[in-house]
C-alpha cells in the first residue's frame, strides 16, 4: 500500500478553525458497514444509534498546556511542545528554533524561567527545568493549549475548556481525543438513561500524532509511540458486552488503539505501557465492533485505520461525500459514526489498494 492511495482533496476552508457553541451540535455522518449507506445526521442522533447494552469505551486523557514560548541567550525565538514528563525536572520535547539547540544550551522562557539542553534523543530533546517549581507547575502558569499545526489562530482562553473532553481526568497529552469532544453531559445523561455502558482507557496522544507519513510504502514507516492503559474493569467490561450480544463502541481511534494494542495476544488483557500500533487495511480487529471517530487528514495513519476498520472504497467515498457536504474537518470539525459488515470482519483484501 502507498502513501498516495490515501490522498483525498479538501478544500482549506472545511478545516475547523474553532469548535461549535455547543459540543453536540456538530454532524455526524453515518457509514452502515451492512448496506454501505451514508446518512447525514447531527451527533445527538447517535442515542438512536446506539443500543441499549452497547459499550461505549472513551479515552480519559486530559491535554496539558505543552506549549512554551521563549528565546535563546542570543536572543532567538524559541518554541517548546513538552511531549512527556519525566522524572524530576526532565521532560522531553520537541523545540522550535532557527537553529537546533546545542547541547548545555539554556532557553529563556516566559515568566522568567529557564531550562537546560541536556541532550537530543531523534527529534526530540530532554530539557531539565532549573527552578524549584515542577514542569506541572510551571505548564500550568505559563503553558498554552497545544492546538494543532492545521488550526492558524493562536490558542485562546475558550480553548483550555473546549479543546478538552468533558471526561478528561489523567494529564499527560499534548493533543485532545477529538471524537470525544461532541460528547456533553446532557447527551451522555440520554445515554447512560437508555442503558448504553460506559468505561475508560488511557492513551496519551503524542505530538507524533499530527507527523506526517515521509516514505511512500507505508511498510516503510515506523508510528510514534505512546503510553496507554487498560485496566482490568475495562476488560471485564468488554467480556460482559461481548457475552450479552451488546456492541462494543470505540470512541476515537486512541481508543482503539489502546484497546487493540492490549489484545495484541488475541485476548483483551490488562496492559500498561507503550504502543506504536499501526492498522492499516488487511489488519484483524480482535476487539472493536463500531467505531466514534472525527475526520482524519489525508494520507494520514489514522485515515488508514478508518479504511482497515469499514473498507478502503467505502471510507474513501465517505470521504469524498463529506467534502461535497461540506463538513467540517478535523480537531473541531465533525465527526463519523462507523459500522463494519461482516466481511470487512473477516477479510479486507479486496478493498487493498494495488
Known amino acids: 500500500m502507498l502513501k498516495s492511495d490515501f490522498y483525498y482533496h479538501l478544500p482549506e476552508r472545511l478545516i475547523a478553525q474553532n469548535p461549535l457553541p455547543v459540543r453536540s451540535a456538530s454532524r455526524l455522518l453515518c457509514l452502515d458497514g451492512v448496506t454501505d449507506a451514508l446518512e447525514d445526521c447531527t451527533f445527538v442522533d447517535l442515542l438512536g444509534r446506539v443500543n441499549t447494552g452497547d459499550l461505549l469505551v472513551f479515552n480519559d486523557t486530559k491535554v496539558i498546556p505543552a506549549r512554551l514560548f521563549g528565546h535563546k ?3 532567538a525565538k524559541v518554541e517548546v511542545l513538552v511531549e512527556r514528563l519525566l522524572d524530576g525536572n526532565q521532560v522531553v520535547a520537541l523545540v522550535r528554533a532557527s537553529n537546533a539547540p546545542k547541547q548545555g544550551s539554556s532557553i529563556l522562557l516566559e515568566g522568567g524561567y529557564a531550562c537546560k539542553v541536556l541532550r537530543r534523543e531523534g527529534e526530540f530533546f530532554i530539557l531539565s527545568f532549573e527552578c524549584e517549581q515542577t514542569p506541572e507547575e510551571i505548564l500550568q502558569e505559563i503553558g498554552h493549549i497545544p492546538l ?22 489523567r494529564a499527560g497529552a499534548v493533543a485532545a481525543p477529538t471524537a470525544g469532544l ?12 437508555k442503558g448504553v455502558a460506559m468505561t475508560y482507557v488511557t492513551l496519551h496522544v503524542g505530538s507524533g500524532t499530527f507527523q506526517p507519513v515521509r516514505v511512500e510504502n507505508l511498510k516503510d514507516h515506523v508510528i510514534h509511540s505512546e503510553y496507554f492503559e487498560v485496566n482490568e474493569a475495562v476488560v471485564l467490561k468488554v467480556a460482559e458486552t ?13 481508543s482503539v488503539r489502546a484497546l487493540e494494542s492490549a489484545s495484541k495476544s488475541g485476548k483483551l488483557k490488562a496492559y500498561k505501557g507503550e504502543t506504536n500500533l499501526f492498522i492499516m487495511p488487511g489488519y484483524r480487529f480482535k476487539c472493536i465492533d463500531a467505531l466514534v471517530t472525527n475526520f482524519h487528514l489525508p494520507e494520514s495513519t489514522l485515515l488508514t485505520l478508518v479504511c482497515a476498520f469499514t473498507g478502503y472504497e467505502r471510507s474513501m467515498a465517505a470521504y469524498r461525500h463529506a467534502v461535497d457536504q461540506e463538513y467540517r474537518f478535523f480537531s473541531y470539525g465533525d465527526a463519523m459514526f462507523l459500522s463494519r459488515d461482516a466481511e470487512v470482519r473477516i477479510s479486507t483484501k479486496r478493498s487493498i489498494p494495488d
Open 73 to 75: 541567550l542570543t536572543g
Open 148 to 169: 494543532p499545526p492545521y488550526i492558524t489562530r493562536p490558542d485562546k482562553i475558550d480553548d483550555q475548556q473546549r479543546y478538552q473532553t468533558v471526561y478528561a481526568r
Open 182 to 193: 461532541h460528547f456533553d453531559t446532557d447527551l451522555i445523561a440520554k445515554l447512560t438513561k
Open 242 to 254: 461481548k457475552a450479552q450480544g451488546g456492541r462494543v463502541i470505540a470512541v476515537g481511534t486512541t
